[in-house]
């Protein structure tokens, strides 16, 4: 059971826009910054946001993040194949003293 | 570039412990967080704890306490994860993560190493 709430699985067709949300407390998320990472499969995960709403250099700009009090969420706008993978958003919790991830998202492109 | 060179699979009995390895290149060794993250087959991320590499100073995930210990050896650029006493719940893939520093921000990820803890 995580600590930050994610829905299990998501889907949409090609060019359609997906949101992924993420539920988590205000030692975690309320008070601290969020990343998100994208899992291909059978492979490491790769880092999708950083600090909130921020893209790494050759991350799409369709992939896009933001935070609202104790919840974060990433869009993906004009879904693709490719972006069939794995979820997962983290921050650092205050109280647990430890990093902690979501429980993963799965996107499935229709 | 950066790059994270982890150690091979290793099998292990159940209570046995285990000691994987993660070599660092591309960068400045001692700049930089290094935390280690596991995956159980078909499961999420966990996070495991990290070490900073210049002082050695580490951090573990409660879970973890007095089971884990991460060293590293500056001169090889490689660090190390020492998991103890362990279970079949311990069978995941461990991944040593480039933190981008005070952030939290995990940039590099190494292949990770598969350990399998089976009687």
């Known amino acids: 059971q995580s600590v930050l709430t994610q829905p299990p699985s998501a889907s949409g067709t090609p060019g359609q826009r997906v949101t992924i949300s993420c539920s988590g407390t205000n030692s975690n998320i309320g008070v601290n910054i969020v990343h998100w990472y994208q899992q291909l499969p059978g492979t490491a995960p790769k880092l999708l946001i950083f600090r909130d709403d921020q893209r790494p250099s050759g991350v799409p700009d369709r992939f896009s993040g933001s935070k609202s009090g104790t919840s974060a969420s990433l869009a993906i706008s004009g879904l693709q194949s490719e972006d069939e993978a794995d979820y997962y958003c983290a921050v650092w919790d205050n109280s647990l003293t430890s990093y902690v991830f979501g429980g993963a998202t799965k996107v499935t492109v229709l | 570039q950066v790059q994270l060179v982890h150690s091979g699979a290793e099998v292990k009995r159940p209570g046995a412990s285990v000691k994987v390895s993660c070599k660092a290149s591309?960068?400045?060794?001692?700049?930089?967080?290094i935390h280690w993250v596991r995956q159980a087959p078909g499961q999420g991320l966990e996070w495991v704890g990290n070490?900073?590499?210049?002082?050695?100073?580490?951090l573990y995930a409660q879970k973890f306490q007095g089971r884990v210990t991460m060293t590293r050896d500056t001169s090889t650029s490689t660090v190390y994860m020492d998991l103890s006493s362990l279970r079949s719940e311990d069978t995941a893939l461990y991944y040593c993560?480039?933190?981008?520093?005070?952030?939290?921000?995990?940039?590099?990820w190494g292949q990770g190493t598969l350990v399998t803890v089976s009687s």
């Open positions: 070490i900073k590499p210049k002082s050695g100073s580490t």
């Open positions: 591309g960068y400045t060794f001692t700049d930089y967080y």
């Open positions: 993560v480039r933190e981008v520093p005070e952030s939290y921000t995990f940039d590099y």
